[in-house]
């Protein structure tokens, strides 16, 4: 199941444009505005767009 996930954040005056809008998990829908450094955009058309999530790797305590 998606969301429809906006290019540019709506709470900070973001557009609600056929061509600014997306669809995204739920997860990766709330997550993008809670972490926006795990994510890229990039445009892959000339109405169409895309997100990168980074996943953040663990680092292990060596003994």
Not at 17 to 46: E, I, M, S
């Amino acid at each position: 199941m998606c969301q429809i996930d906006h290019a540019d954040n709506w709470s900070t005056g973001g557009l609600t444009d056929l061509k600014l809008l997306g669809p995204a998990c739920q997860f990766h829908n709330r997550d993008r505005y809670q972490h926006p450094h795990r994510y890229t955009r990039r445009q892959t058309g000339t109405d169409r767009w895309t997100f990168t999530y980074h996943r953040l790797r663990a680092t292990r305590l060596r003994v």
